[in-house]
């Protein structure tokens, strides 16, 4: 009989038994500014319509039509062009896992510039596939275009990643590099946009030209994080084929109906959107006054900050109870000395800043 060590080793793959998981940090009694939440509740009365309407949900059954009206939501609330079709997930989390699954064939290749979301990285290793992450520019954190093109000639990916804003930089890359990029993939791009209600541009209006080019979406920064809702629109042929490997039931009817509630009220999570991003003018002005720190220009709802020593900092918070991400240790070294602050309300960035400046 074998133990439970040895069944593990025997018959959990070997690469998946080397893998760290998804990093989440311990948030009780803090500030939480490092996962690019929302910070704002719903309204009281619309927590109550909320909740009626959750109440009346037929848990009992699976997800049906409900998705299709979501669907059709978030068609409608995403200006989605003709010819498309509308892929939901778990999350976009979720999607980025089941593109790899889609793509994997041996020896295919995921590619996405660097520093860029852990999840590109992390789907190429759970299908055994080959990840090439490609640096930005240090300094300017832009797309680095003969080393894109080069790298894209040299392994031929499957699936480019093309993040819109950047995570963890917080900027828009320039477009005609990107209609380059598109122009050279040998097989799909996703355009991800999970930072597009904080941003200036969308490709929302360019990305279906291409019949290779997704363009991916999330409601978690939109101010639905717990509710775990992502989505991809593409050509339908493209979509159907993706959709295969989707589990079936994968978004819940919980979900759904929380979703939908949330695109009735648009216009309470676009007011705070605006909020947010006057906020983060406020924070990126107070950050330029302090000496020794670089705070990288953002269009999401995060700044990218050069600190004198990001560890010190990011304990020196810790212990002031704000909670920010230290993204010094990744292994790009256009990272090193960085934390990324999460925009807060007014409140919550009042106190980031105070216990920043205590701890630089
Ligand atoms: N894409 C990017 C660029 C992200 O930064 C994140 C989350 N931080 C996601 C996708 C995943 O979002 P979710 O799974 O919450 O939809």
Same mark, same amino acid.
């Given at each position: 009989?074998?133990?439970?060590? &040895?069944?593990?080793? &025997?018959?959990?793959?070997?690469?998946?038994?080397?893998?760290?998981? $998804?990093?989440? &940090? /311990?948030?009780?009694? @803090?500030?939480?500014?490092?996962?690019? %939440?929302? /910070?704002?509740?719903?309204?009281?009365?619309?927590?109550?319509?909320?909740?009626?309407?959750?109440?009346?949900? +037929?848990?009992?059954? $699976?997800?049906?039509?409900?998705?299709?009206?979501?669907?059709?939501?978030?068609?409608?609330?995403?200006?989605?062009?003709?010819?498309?079709?509308? @892929?939901?997930?778990?999350?976009?989390? %979720?999607?980025?896992?089941?593109?790899?699954?889609?793509?994997?064939? /041996?020896?295919?290749?995921?590619?996405?510039?660097?520093?860029?979301?852990? @999840? $590109?990285?992390?789907?190429?290793?759970?299908?055994?596939?080959?990840?090439?992450?490609?640096?930005?520019? /240090?300094?300017?954190?832009?797309?680095?275009?003969?080393?894109?093109?080069?790298?894209? %000639?040299?392994? =031929?990916?499957?699936? !480019? $990643?093309?993040?819109?804003?950047?995570?963890?930089?917080?900027?828009?890359?320039?477009?005609? #590099? !990107?209609?380059? #990029?598109?122009?050279?993939?040998?097989?799909?791009?996703?355009?991800?946009?999970?930072?597009?209600?904080?941003?200036?541009?969308?490709?929302?209006?360019?990305?279906?030209?291409?019949?290779?080019?997704?363009?991916?979406?999330?409601?978690?920064?939109?101010?639905? +994080?717990?509710? =775990?809702?992502?989505?991809?629109?593409?050509?339908?042929?493209?979509?159907?084929?993706?959709?295969?490997?989707?589990?079936?039931?994968?978004?819940?009817?919980?979900?759904?109906?929380?979703?939908?509630?949330?695109?009735?009220?648009?216009?309470?999570?676009? =007011?705070?959107? =605006?909020?947010? *991003?006057?906020?983060?003018? *406020?924070?990126?002005?107070?950050?330029?006054?302090?000496?020794?720190?670089?705070?990288?220009?953002?269009?999401?709802?995060?700044?990218?900050? *050069?600190?004198?020593?990001?560890?010190?900092?990011?304990?020196?918070?810790?212990?002031?109870?704000?909670?920010?991400?230290?993204?010094?240790?990744?292994?790009?070294?256009?990272?090193?000395?960085?934390?990324?602050?999460?925009?807060?309300?007014?409140?919550?960035?009042?106190?980031? !800043?105070?216990?920043?400046?205590?701890?630089?």
């Amino acid at each position: 009989m074998l133990n439970l060590t &040895q069944r593990i080793e &025997q018959y959990i793959r070997e690469d998946v038994r080397e893998l760290r998981p $998804y990093a989440v &940090q /311990p948030s009780a009694g @803090m500030v939480k500014l490092d996962a690019m %939440e929302n /910070p704002f509740r719903l309204p009281l009365e619309l927590q109550r319509e909320l909740g009626e309407r959750l109440g009346a949900v +037929a848990i009992n059954r $699976y997800p049906g039509e409900r998705i299709e009206v979501l669907r059709a939501a978030l068609a409608k609330h995403s200006r989605m062009p003709d010819g498309q079709a509308l @892929m939901l997930g778990n999350g976009s989390d %979720e999607l980025i896992s089941l593109l790899a699954m889609a793509c994997k064939l /041996p020896g295919a290749a995921i590619l996405a510039p660097t520093p860029g979301f852990v @999840m $590109y990285e992390m789907s190429a290793e759970l299908q055994a596939m080959n990840f090439v992450g490609v640096p930005l520019q /240090p300094g300017t954190l832009e797309l680095d275009e003969p080393a894109m093109l080069a790298a894209i %000639e040299q392994h =031929r990916p499957a699936l !480019i $990643y093309i993040a819109y804003p950047n995570n963890p930089t917080g900027n828009l890359f320039d477009d005609a #590099i !990107i209609e380059r #990029i598109i122009a050279a993939a040998p097989g799909l791009v996703v355009i991800d946009e999970a930072y597009q209600p904080f941003a200036s541009k969308s490709y929302v209006d360019r990305y279906a030209r291409h019949d290779h080019v997704l363009l991916m979406r999330t409601l978690s920064k939109f101010g639905l +994080a717990g509710v =775990r809702l992502g989505y991809m629109m593409g050509r339908r042929e493209l979509i159907e084929q993706i959709e295969k490997v989707r589990p079936p039931y994968n978004v819940s009817v919980l979900n759904c109906e929380a979703a939908l509630f949330a695109l009735e009220h648009e216009d309470e999570f676009a =007011r705070q959107a =605006r909020v947010l *991003r006057a906020e983060r003018q *406020r924070l990126f002005d107070a950050l330029g006054t302090m000496p020794g720190v670089h705070p990288y220009p953002s269009e999401a709802n995060m700044i990218l900050v *050069r600190v004198p020593d990001a560890q010190r900092t990011f304990e020196g918070m810790k212990q002031r109870k704000v909670l920010i991400k230290s993204v010094g240790r990744s292994t790009s070294p256009l990272l090193a000395n960085c934390v990324r602050l999460t925009v807060g309300s007014p409140e919550e960035n009042d106190l980031m !800043i105070a216990a920043l400046r205590e701890s630089l």
